[in-house]
């Protein structure tokens, strides 16, 4: 049987040509930043719980890879106390790694900057709050109410995602197990909120939820973003384990890129 090489150099040929045409018209797959695209200043509590601490340092690793070819910058600090208003308009992002604003100085300049187009990520303790918060406006921010109850030890959930038509969750499979953590439910819960939008939940198949505290029932989100604001919380971040999964860390980044995303001066990922 005779093979002939001609239809295959035609095609050759033709791809080529489709991909010097796509050249010439100022077309190309990718886009490579010529200079760091933004900014973000990542925030945790030094002094906190063991496991709090263990999983910000992990986390600070995991961002920093990310900075890898300077493709965006990241400052990290333990106090927001030398970051008023006019500083933290610098950055794109606040990535709040079980800390929060302490003092009324601080709790100023955070809001001030959320409620002019701030962008904010928010792990697990980070949004914390309960009687004695005195911070109405952070729940207001968060769009949910106190701290309610929590599973414990840490353990592996079955989480499901909510709708897979938002950026954060739209490359995530319909369901997966997070690694072990602390998951915290809310009263009242997020979903409440008209303007929430509730992105993963732990799976009802998980009640009873715990070993030593038990959570029995209710309504259990983990993931949400507050729509009247540029920010996504993840309840995610105790201990160790928290990024062993590839399908948690690509949520992690995923949720990262869509707050900086919708940056007001612009999509940074387009320039």
Not at 50 to 61: L, P, R, W
Request: hydrophobic share 40%; glycine share 6%; net charge negative.
């Amino acid at each position: 049987m005779k093979f002939s090489i001609k239809p295959f150099l035609l095609m050759a040929i033709a791809v080529f040509s489709s991909f010097t045409l796509a050249q010439d018209n100022g077309e190309y797959a990718a886009n490579y930043a010529r200079a760091p695209r933004f900014k973000a200043l990542l925030h945790y509590e030094p002094h906190a719980e063991e496991a709090h601490v263990q999983f910000d340092k992990q986390a600070i690793e995991f961002f920093h890879k990310l900075t890898y070819g300077e493709g965006w910058l990241m400052d990290v600090t333990t106090s927001l106390a030398d970051y008023p208003y006019e500083k933290l308009k610098e950055y794109s992002i606040i990535v709040s790694l079980n800390a929060a604003p302490g003092g009324a100085a601080q709790r100023e300049a955070f809001e001030k900057y959320m409620e002019n187009g701030g962008g904010w990520m928010g792990f697990h303790a980070s949004a914390y709050n309960d009687r004695n918060t005195k911070w109405s406006w952070f729940n207001k921010f968060l769009g949910c109410g106190m701290f309610y109850c929590n599973n414990w030890p840490p353990q592996p959930a079955l989480v499901e995602c909510e709708t897979q038509e938002h950026p954060v969750t739209c490359s995530l499979p319909q369901s997966f197990v997070a690694p072990a953590s602390e998951f915290y439910q809310w009263q009242s819960s997020p979903r409440k909120n008209p303007d929430v939008e509730v992105l993963l939940s732990i799976s009802p198949k998980m009640y009873p939820f715990g070993l030593k505290d038990v959570v029995k029932f209710g309504d259990f989100p983990i993931v949400w973003t507050n729509t009247k604001y540029r920010m996504v919380y993840l309840n995610m971040g105790h201990g160790d384990e928290e990024f062993i999964d590839a399908t948690q860390n690509l949520l992690f980044v995923n949720a990262f890129r869509w707050v900086v995303s919708r940056d007001p001066q612009g999509d940074p990922f387009k320039k």
